[in-house]
């Protein structure tokens, strides 16, 4: 038996915490390290901090990312900041300790159009140290890229490529509620946007990863972002909203090639929609449409896909990869090291 | 730019037609050669063999495979067989010719249980040679493993794995509407069935594929082909078909763990199926589904999966490679070589 897989867990929200008790069922794989700057949780046990009823673990959360990452690690499953530039510094710093890194940093899921040079430097440092940097998680890195081009495997020609993400923001987390601004006035919605605060990141990176894989030559991305209004009193576990008030965002990115569509990608995350579903529509030879009826829980499939892709991300060429490089899979739990 | 990826093909029937039609729309790819043993086909032009309108390509069909890997050739395109005793030998030979090759052959797409000595001399062969050996298409090779794989990618949890099939025969060529007993009698169709002609090749493969990646520890495989009866009269481009006749067949593989079904697959390919789709549904946590209404058409598909494969078969490590290890996706006709 080969040892196992040391882990470190850089970020310890919710999705951190989702995380660290998926890797607790892997035999193959045991946490040797956790970071999170949060003075609420440095310096306690990480089972304590996630609520894990076998708490404690015997490993302490530690805001000193450098002490942690001085021991030998693996690997680092990162999980702090939607935005590349807030967190490429954090993720030198694991490359340069010789860890893989798997985050779900959405911008780093396909970041050559808008970061091309943090993705240089990014993939440099991997390949420098021989280690493997991904960024992934359910979207961007799967229900509206990487399956999109899985799908396309089937294809003779690919014209165009739809995906449509519906998600009942009823059933997610608070922060996800605010995130797409359910219960605001249309006015302060509106607001929001403008200053960036109500916003799904990742979009444009969808488009670009597949745009790149189909050769659909993309050269414009747009995004827009529309209100879903309340025609009807909803409530949630944590808010209640009005007729006329904001129930989440409908996000629509699009990929032009030559001023013609190519890529189509919609999310619609509101409180009460009852159609939650994935769809993705290829056209060209066949035409082809896939659903996936109640569509990917967003955190879930978020924590599911970090965990899932590690395998992958160690058997890896070092470097810079993205989800379109890598043969997705569960995990099992008994796999061996 | 870099020199185009010189292909062979191996076997010029349906399938093999429909994919060289493929490999001329890819830039990156030249057809440097065809074997195959018909006489009817060999010492013709390849493009007028195959019915293209550009005919002729300058390429002859020749039934001398020595002759024609003895030529600088990258990769082989092979479809002659769907057992992989009857085409070890020839899998072999491409292999020490130094050419990478992707195979049709059903019994390839997961050899390792039922033929684990032919896997390791084939592996064994394909590293010695530093080239890759790849098993595909769309069943066994996608809609019924690799598509289950991947969609387990956003699961935290997997118990059991389900794959249901309905392809309407009626739009299919004759040799298919054949192989699935389309016009019999039911005597005839369990006459044909014991004697082994009437069967798909590959649930087995496809269901120890899920099995090996979802670590569902399947111990035993069970397979029952049954026929389904015309309940009125049909007719296709071929056949008429009266009521009591059969139309095709419902082909059904498990996979236990001490007895406890983990995997379940089920074919069904019949003149008249109007339900025709590809449905996955994984138990666990989540639990998941996802639906092709339609589903994918097999010949269609077979072609695309095995030209759109050449990239990643490739970029991957020498050896024998399955559906599993590698990212599937469209081969853009521009792309560079």
Not at 93 to 116: I, M, N, Q, W
Not at 253 to 279: C, F, P, W
């Amino acid at each position: 038996m080969k040892k196992k897989i040391r882990v470190v867990q850089y970020g310890v929200g919710p999705i951190g915490a989702s995380i660290v008790r998926l890797i607790r069922q892997k035999q193959a794989l045991v946490i040797v390290g956790a970071i999170d700057k949060d003075p609420e949780k440095a310096g306690r046990d990480l089972g304590e901090v996630v609520g894990a009823e076998d708490a404690p673990w015997d490993v302490k959360v530690s805001a000193d990312s450098a002490e942690v990452l001085s021991h030998p690690v693996d690997v680092v499953v990162h999980t702090t900041s939607s935005f590349l530039p807030d967190v490429a510094s954090q993720l030198m710093e694991c490359l340069d300790a010789g860890a893989c890194v798997v985050s779900t940093c959405e911008e780093l899921a396909y970041p050559f159009r808008k970061h091309p040079e943090m993705a240089a430097k990014l993939d440099e440092a991997a390949r420098e140290s021989g280690v493997t940097l991904l960024g992934t998680g359910v979207n961007p890195g799967f229900v509206m890229d990487k399956l999109v081009l899985g799908l396309s495997a089937v294809c003779q020609r690919v014209d165009h490529a739809k995906a449509i993400r519906i998600v009942d923001a009823s059933k997610r987390r608070l922060p996800l509620q605010k995130k797409v601004g359910a219960g605001l006035t249309v006015e302060e919605f509106q607001r929001r946007v403008t200053e960036g605060t109500v916003k799904h990141v990742g979009l444009p990176e969808s488009v670009s990863m597949v745009s790149d894989g189909l050769g659909l030559d993309v050269d414009t991305i747009t995004e827009t972002i529309d209100p879903v209004v309340a025609i009807e009193p909803l409530r949630t576990d944590f808010l209640e909203i009005e007729v006329g008030q904001v129930t989440g965002i409908r996000q629509v990115a699009r990929g032009l090639a030559n001023g013609v569509e190519k890529v189509y990608l919609e999310l619609n995350m509101y409180v009460g929609a009852v159609d939650a579903s994935d769809t993705i529509e290829l056209s060209g030879e066949p035409n082809l449409t896939m659903v996936i009826p109640g569509g990917t829980h967003g955190d879930i499939a978020t924590a599911s896909i970090a965990v899932n892709a590690i395998p992958a991300l160690l058997a890896a060429p070092a470097g810079l990869r993205t989800a379109r490089d890598l043969p997705f899979c569960f995990f099992p739990p008994l796999a061996p090291p």
